[in-house]
Structure formats: structure tokens, C-alpha cells
């Protein structure tokens, strides 16, 4: 089956710890994003990738740091820095640019111990 | 910052009437989508529309498209109890830039 994966669906940190969120995707797609998510509020960009080895700041980069070393892959590091990292991260991927339909995993829910 | 804000924040019908849900935004766009969210899980696209276009439909899903008033309507026909869910409006700023989503509307379909 084609799609997205996130691991795991539930994370926890403990204060002071880098966690790294996993994503895959094979469904060839050239771009990948993520997005965090707060209780009854919407999507807010962290960072995105258009091709390999190659990424983009969004809205709310600091605190989180990612790569992009193979197409098919994706992780998000929530650094020590990032000092409210508890909420739902979305990974997303689109098969050409920004402007076209996303496709989303399943979602980790990170909480803080 | 959000581009899109959607109306009402939540809605609670029964089962079988029909669901409208607006969007609003900034600067002109490319295309809008409407996406949706079961509680827990990752979003399901399902309708873009393009600035040239003034309605769409897919199924029970209907959306209409205002460039003039920077807005956008979702109505969900004939709800079932299955559309319960939050959905979420989204649009692109400017260039290749990544997609913006609203707050969403949170829909309740009662039996």
C-alpha cells in the first residue's frame, strides 16, 4: 500500500531530551513537510523539503531540526531548545511543489513527562 | 499566521440535514482545499478548487470559491454520522510556498 508512516504514534520526553519523530513515504513524492498541532487549533509549518538534501524553515522552526537525506525519508528532531514541544506533529508529502493535494500520516502525539 | 479562518468554529446538526462551513482569506491565491480530521488521525484531502473556478462538487461535498470576497464555502449534503470531524480550509500565500490552514470548523452529526 502506498502512503505515509509515522513513528511512533506516542512519544515522550523527558526535559532536556531530543526525540526524533520518523516519517517514510512511498508514494514517490518530491516534497515533503510537517506541521504541528495544537488542541482546537490548526496546522502551523515547522519545516519543509522540496528535493533532497534540501530544506526550508516554515512558521515555527525553533526548537526542531530536520533532514533529508533520501526521498522516501523525513525525521523531525524536537530539540531541549523547543521548551513546549507537547502537541500533534503531521507529516505531509505532495508530488509537485506546494500548491497540490497533501497527503498526511497518521500523526505523533508527543507529551512531555 | 493563518491565511484561512473558518465559520463557525463548531457546528452540531442531526443526521441528514446539510452542513455549510465558510472560509475566509487574506491575499489572492492559487487554489483553496478543504481537508478533513477525525479526531486523532492525519487529514483526508478532499476538494481543491482553482481561482478560476466558481463551484465544485464531489459527491455530497459542494464547494463554491468568491476571488472578489476572498471566501470559500464547504456544504456537506444529506450528513451522516460519519462526517463527524473537523475540517479545515487551506490555501497557498504566495509562490511555491507551502500550504496555510485555518483553525478548522468542528462538525458534529448527531443520530
Redesign the interface.
Known sequence: DGG?T?SPKYLFRKEGQNVTLSCEQNLNHDAM?W?RQDP????R?IY?S?IVNDFQK??IAEGYSVSREKKESFPLTVTSAQKNPTA?Y?C?SSTE???????????T?LSVL | SQQGEEDPQALSIQEGENATMNCSYKTSINNLQWYRQNSGRGLVHLILIRSNEREKHSGRLRVTLDTSKKSSSLLITASRAADTASYFCATVRSGNTPLVFGKGTRLSVIA
Open positions: 505515509i509515522q513537510y506541521y482546537g487549533q490548526g496546522l509549518l519543509y522540496q516554515g512558521d500533534f503531521l505531509a511543489g506546494a500548491r497540490e493535494k497533501l497527503f498526511f500520516g497518521s500523526g502525539q
